[in-house]
């Protein structure tokens, strides 16, 4: 039996979750895309389970397996076997340990595997093309668990049942309702709690244990209201309702969910304190709408095109992530969404109406002809055997480590030397000879201190000799309040140069202004401050890192002791060196590393006629 209008619950998460993925900086709380999803599989799993033992008072463990691996398996393994081809044509750091993605991806542990190597959708380098299969991840495992859980709760109702007034039906509802309650009340706990104190919530959001509840909220309504066999509360409710309810139901549900897109953030604590959840909650109104809409249209059709992006939209889900990475580091954002989505529905089209059905022994039918194995079979095996091949091809080809993770390695590596010679040269600073006044010689050294993020170590080694006299201190993820302890500790230790260059910005966060303006206010005097404004290719004015550099060019004009060396301005006249990069990181471009140390120097050059502080 199908459910008229469920449909538009399916393409609400499918907008919500294209749109967070194309247009990450404007709509940044889509993910909750994923909660929809979540939440209507939990429904119509649990509600046909249901149906399934009004129907036989059984639950076929087995046979729910089956379906659940027909639907969910073949797609993915044609997903992965189509898009390999399509990364040669983006730069090779784009399937660095793709062997391992693909194994975590087809093995169901990609939550998991992205927990482990700190993974995100919002700060990878070069982002992992089959990061989004985690969404499967967490699914499979509720599936293979919820599964189990209904079988034995189906042999205990039948067991209780002979001695109990109760039928056999109510005690199966009754059970499921109160498992599903306390996985939801646990799941949902362990996020709240999960997620106090994190800087990354990656953790939190990818696992399955803390992010389940949006199914079990599914398992709840599926429960109590079913999709042939009801509860009275849900008939009453039926009986009371209209079609102009209904719709409104849906539509406000909708409008909610939108509404959380746009201002809801993956780095907010309130994100996993009630957000999630509050989404899915809406998920839960929406379904309860359109189910309620079915039953009060019963002589309107739900339109095709809704019925076909609602069949398509599981694998155009497995399809734009991988092709979005591939085309937006081809083409410009717009159009690379654009023909993402395009490609996205005719390969899932393709895969849903022929291939699927066929690779299960079913018929198909398209371009008003039945397709079967007998015709297709042959041509499906040697496409395989080829994709197959070329996949074994690009793994084996794959690098373990990108360039700008062997950049950042041995910029490390250099970092750490560096850190034991300004170690050296404290101690010596501190067994300096007292002058005659019996004070010890606290003058300024003459030089560069340069103090960065990433970006500056990976061009560290080629910084280090094109900047004369300098010393450079620099770390992936360093915000202003790190960058502020490291310059206050060779403040300390009278190691501090006479020019202090100042690179951060990329990972400003909210209090930005308030951590550069201590900075500031704290450098002693004597010393030259130079602000290296930060550069990311996707940022928009909204951004702090934007911010940030409009920030330190006022402070420029408004002490004269601060020079600004505009690395945000040279950049974006350069875009050919960020090109299928994250349009944040040039490592291992020379011309990259040349730019860059020349805009520093030029601003040295430029402070050498200004007042110290």
């Known amino acids: 039996m199908r459910i008229k209008w469920f449909s538009l619950v399916r393409i609400t998460g499918l907008i919500l979750v294209l749109t967070y993925h194309f247009f990450q900086t404007k709509f940044t709380g889509g993910f909750i895309g994923v909660d929809v999803f979540f939440t209507f599989s939990g429904f119509l799993i649990t509600a046909l389970m249901v149906d399934e033992f009004a129907r036989s008072t059984d639950f076929k463990l087995i046979s729910f397996y089956r379906r659940r ?12 076997l189509l898009v390999l081809p399509l990364t040669y044509l983006v730069d090779h750091d784009f399937v660095t340990g793709i062997g391992k993605q693909i194994a975590a991806a087809l093995s169901f542990t990609t939550n998991y595997f992205e927990i482990g190597t700190s993974g995100s959708y919002e700060n990878k380098f070069i982002p992992h093309l089959f990061v989004h299969t985690w969404s499967l991840a967490v699914e499979m495992h509720f599936y293979i668990i919820w599964g189990l859980i209904a079988f034995i709760i189906a042999k205990l109702s039948r067991r209780y049942s002979k001695s109990s007034d109760i039928s056999v039906l109510v005690l199966f509802r009754s059970m499921l309702f109160v498992v599903a309650l306390v996985f939801t009340i646990g799941s949902f706990l362990a996020m709240y709690f999960g997620a106090i104190g994190l800087k990354d919530f990656s953790p939190v959001y990818f696992s399955s244990v803390t992010h389940s509840f949006p199914f079990f909220i599914g398992c709840i309504l599926g429960i109590l209201t079913g999709i042939k066999n009801h509860i009275h509360a849900y008939k009453w409710l039926t009986n009371h309702c209209n079609a102009f309810l209904a719709t409104l139901i849906v539509v406000l549900s909708f409008a909610g969910l939108v509404s959380l897109g746009y201002t809801m953030n993956f780095d907010s604590l309130n994100t996993y304190q009630g957000g999630m959840y509050v989404a899915s909650i809406l998920a839960g109104i929406m379904i309860l709408g359109a189910r309620l809409l079915h039953d009060h249209t019963p002589n309107l059709n739900e339109p095709r095109w809704a019925t076909f992006l609602a069949d398509v939209s599981y694998s155009v889900y497995l399809y734009h992530w991988p092709l979005y990475v591939i085309f937006s580091h081809m083409m410009p954002n717009t159009i690379a969404a654009i023909v993402t989505t395009i490609v996205s529905i005719i390969l899932s089209a393709l895969s849903y109406y022929i291939l699927e059905p066929v690779i299960a022994g079913k018929p198909a039918e398209a371009f008003g002809r039945v397709w079967t194995w007998r015709q297709l079979g042959l041509p499906i095996i040697v496409v395989a055997v080829l994709l197959t091949v070329n996949a074994n091809a690009v793994i084996k080809a794959a690098p373990q480590v990108s360039s700008l993770e062997q950049s950042l390695l041995v910029g490390g590596i250099y970092q750490d030397v560096d850190k034991i010679t300004n170690t050296h040269d404290a101690v010596l600073a501190a067994a300096k000879p007292k002058t005659n006044n019996g004070k010890a010689d606290k003058s300024i050294p003459a030089g560069v201190s340069i103090i960065g993020d990433s970006v500056t170590l990976g061009t560290r080694n080629y910084l280090g000799a094109h900047v004369a006299n300098s010393s450079i201190d620099a770390e992936g993820d360093r915000t202003m309040n790190l960058a502020y302890q490291v310059m206050m500790n060779q403040q300390r230790s009278h190691i501090l140069r006479e020019y202090v260059v100042i690179c951060i910005g990329t990972n400003a966060l909210n209090d930005y202004a308030e951590q550069t303006m201590k900075l500031v206010n704290d450098l002693a005097p004597g010393h030259k401050l130079i602000f290296m404004t930060p550069y990311n290719q996707h940022a928009t004015a909204s951004w702090n890192s934007t911010k940030s550099a409009v920030l330190e060019r006022q ?27 994250d349009g944040v990181h040039f490592a291992g471009r020379h011309a990259g590393d040349v730019l860059y140390a020349d805009v520093m120097n030029q601003a040295l050059k430029a402070a050498q006629n200004t007042p110290a502080k």
């Open 69 to 80: 691996f027909y639907r969910i398996v073949p797609p993915l393994f044609i997903s992965v």
């Open 555 to 581: 402070l420029a004009k408004k002490y004269d002791f601060i020079t600004i060396a505009d690395w945000d301005k040279a950049a974006a006249q350069h875009p050919e060196i960020f090109q299928g990069t």
